[in-house]
């Protein structure tokens, strides 16, 4: 008689699993959404694009190309080496010499999971991100999303000026870099209507100085000298990168600065949101290999202020809000096990945890403030956590 093989038993587990809990899943949480060109290029590096080339491997990375390149590495780090991992000129744990020796060992049971890297990674800020373009941006669109990332080459234009002040005067989080509003000479194109520098002062709380007739900004370099956080005053070192220098006159508030008080990244309360403006060339350093570390420090502020719990690194987790709280999915993709906390913030109504796969209840103590669990090597674990009287 036929009978179900492994895979088709995990299968069948995870179908009745599904079915039985397909009314109660609630909704994805998504409260990020980067804003980029509709006629960008940028694919990321892997089997099939092995340069820093767009567009079928013709066109070199533009700086808004590498922008995008370290923004998704940032929040999705390790995933530039999908679909390489099976290749031995890639990956040093690739131990066979040919197709047969490879087909031999998965004759023999070996498991190729650590080498299928890059698809899936650990992120520090959930798998809640979306991807939009510029074309015909909607008020409808954008105000889904608790925050809007301008990313890559995209030109703020006066048609995108109402409806962005419209989405942060509502409550959302407008975030742009210098580049995004005011390009310089050589990228401007004389078909496109740029933001006024009004637009810019009213929208971000800013002015642009200029350094002479031609460069519509002052510039200046941060080689050595070390940048500082004025939200929780940490000073870090950075590597080589260049900054527009702003003008005296401005509402914003300082979120970071140079060491001697240049700001890196502005907030300007408008309405009941935010827009901030990173002054540092792209959001990058000057050799295109990663954000700046002011770039990463403000981010990951603002990330995880717009979490409702906090994942220890080394995850992949997913947020669904249900009608009764929150269901946390962690999923491990690496070979170790990993040991870590899903930290809930002050004053918080949860009284229920479950383990929604085994079926099983966590007690939750009075003033408890992080659940610890572990997830096995390329395994996963979901936690539904109810609100009292849910």
């Known amino acids: 008689a036929r009978k179900l093989s492994p895979l088709g038993e995990m299968a069948k587990r995870f179908h009745n699993f599904a079915k039985l809990h397909r009314q109660d899943i609630g909704e994805p949480l998504v409260p990020f959404a980067f804003l980029i060109d509709s006629n960008q290029g940028w694919d990321p590096n892997g089997t099939w694009v092995l340069k820093k080339q767009v567009f079928g491997n013709r066109v070199p990375y533009s700086q808004g190309d590498y922008m995008m390149d370290n923004l998704f590495n940032f929040i999705y780090p390790g995933f530039r080496i999908s679909g390489m991992g099976f290749y031995k000129n890639f990956n040093d744990e690739v131990d066979w010499q040919s197709e047969k020796e490879y087909c031999s060992k998965l004759y023999s049971g070996f498991d190729q999971r650590p080498l299928e890297k890059g698809f899936l990674v650990n992120t520090p800020y959930s798998a809640g991100f979306d991807v939009m373009d510029n074309k015909g941006v909607q008020i409808e669109t954008i105000k889904r999303y608790k925050v809007v990332i301008l990313a890559g080459d995209i030109i703020l234009q006066k048609r995108d000026y109402d ?25 401007r194109h004389p078909d496109i209507d740029y933001l006024s520098e009004q637009m810019v002062t009213e929208l971000f709380g800013v002015t642009l100085p200029t350094d002479n007739d031609t460069n519509p900004l ?24 260049e900054f527009a220098v702003l003008g005296a006159e401005r509402s914003a508030g300082t979120m970071i ?3 001697s008080g240049t700001p890196l990244v502005t907030t300007n309360k408008a309405g009941n949101g935010n827009a901030m403006l990173f002054t540092q060339h792209w959001y990058q350093s000057t050799g295109l290999t990663r954000l700046t570390d002011a770039a990463q420090h403000a981010f990951d502020h603002l990330f995880k202020q717009h979490l409702p719990v906090q994942i220890d690194d080394g995850i992949h987790f997913q947020i669904n809000r249900s ?3 929150l269901i946390v999915s962690l999923m491990n993709h690496n070979r170790n096990a990993w040991k870590g906390s899903i ?9 229920i945890v479950r383990d929604i796969w085994n079926n099983e209840e966590i007690a939750m103590r009075p003033g408890m403030s992080a659940l610890n669990t572990v997830v096995q090597p390329f395994d996963f674990r979901i936690f539904e956590l109810s609100k009292s009287g849910k």
């Open 163 to 187: 409806v962005l002040k419209h989405y942060v005067n509502e409550g959302g989080t407008l975030v742009a870099n210098i580049f995004h509003v005011a390009p310089r000479p050589h990228l």
């Open 218 to 241: 002052a510039w200046g370099d941060m080689s050595r000298e070390p940048s500082y956080c004025h939200q929780c005053r940490q000073t870090f070192m950075e590597y080589n990168n």
């Open 257 to 259: 600065s140079t060491e």
């Open 323 to 325: 009608g009764k709280g």
């Open 343 to 351: 930290r809930l913030p002050d004053n918080h109504d949860y009284s």
